[in-house]
């Protein structure tokens, strides 16, 4: 075969046990690959025979992945079946999207022709252990042959850290808007027992610290002493989840703001919501965001990472400063 006929063989390793926004980027990402010279293939870990669901849902669409078995979450011998298998598959690119890919990218690359590309979406300080890794990979990133910034604020972040601007590639998390489309509309109000002229809001990510959700319970607090038609639902789970819990049931609003956890069809509960509230504190450039304004849901969002790259305030959008809860009183009550 012609060597200019040969198709580009990229590997994307990401360690994640669930389909969220990025894994839904991925999947779709290896599903319009096959209409370009291009070979993606998905690739995360299997800890105790446990193959992670994102990597069942792509596998299901007929698309090519791959796991790794690993003892545990920090299994170091990992790093050679990965150079293994990027050697034997003559993988040409090795993306990493995570702190604990980016590691083992910069180890199994080493010394082998695969280039390794690092995505930069964003940092979580979760806990000291989570604050370490974060504190970490920013030497790791300076170690990747090229970078992608999801946003430009975040490419930004990444020159501040000693980075050349000439190995970051901005390129803008995208969906597929075909696909919000497309979903069936699920009901929130049915699923919550919520009154019909009830106005929905909900948010959608991770419970940690810099996601900024006891911010947008208290502030809804606020609102429903000015509106009683308001319901909330922040989906998602984390370490932050019975915090939140907490605060809500001291002020005796169960009832009203609901964290029911996980959610894998957001975008059908996405389509019957009236608002999305991203209330982070940093960002890099939320999918969730991207699929509440391709469904024309109005969204309420701070001010922070990528966020002002794509919400333009008053305009397609509103953006708030973080924790301002005055401000977000007068908007949620209205």
């Known amino acids: 075969m012609n060597t200019t006929d040969k198709k580009l063989r990229v590997l994307h390793l990401r360690a994640s046990n669930f389909y969220g926004g990025p894994e839904r ?14 070979n993606v293939i998905i690739s995360s870990f299997s800890e105790n025979n446990q193959t992670p669901e994102f990597i069942t849902t792509i596998a299901d669409d007929n698309l090519e992945t791959h796991v790794f078995d690993v003892a545990s979450a920090y299994d170091r011998s990992v790093i050679q079946k990965i150079k293994s298998y990027l050697q034997e598959n003559s993988i040409d690119i090795l993306c990493t999207h995570d702190y604990r890919t980016h590691f083992y990218g910069k180890s199994a690359t080493k010394n082998i022709d695969t280039k390794w590309v690092a995505f930069s979406r964003g940092m979580t300080k979760e806990n000291f252990k989570i604050k370490f890794f974060t504190f970490f990979e920013k030497y790791l990133l300076r170690k990747a042959d090229y970078l992608v910034a999801v946003s430009e604020s975040q490419k930004q972040k990444l020159i501040a850290q000693s980075i050349a601007a000439d190995k ?45 959700q006891i911010y947008f319970v208290q502030a809804a607090k606020l609102a429903l002493e000015q509106n009683s038609k308001l319901r909330f639902v922040l989906f998602g789970d984390g370490p932050d989840v019975e915090k939140v819990k907490t605060y809500v049931n001291e002020n005796n609003l169960s009832n009203k703001i609901i964290c029911p956890g996980f959610e894998k069809n957001i975008l059908g509960y996405l389509k019957d919501t009236d608002i999305l509230v991203n209330p982070s504190l940093s960002e890099g450039l939320p999918n969730i965001v991207l699929e509440a ?25 509103i953006l708030v400063p973080p924790k301002t809860l005055m401000r977000w009183r007068l908007l949620l009550s209205n």
């Open 293 to 317: 304004m391709a469904a024309q849901i109005p969204v309420i969002a701070t001010n922070v990472g990528g966020l002002p790259e794509i919400i333009d305030s008053d305009s397609n959008g």
């Open 168 to 212: 970051i590639q901005t390129i803008h998390n995208a969906i597929d808007i075909s696909l919000v489309n497309n979903i069936e509309t699920t009901s929130l109000r049915k699923r919550f027992n919520f009154p019909d002229d009830s106005v929905l809001l909900i948010s959608g990510g991770r419970f940690s610290d810099e996601k900024g």
């Open 25 to 38: 980027q991925l999947h779709y990402h290896a599903k319009y690959a096959k209409a370009d010279n291009t």
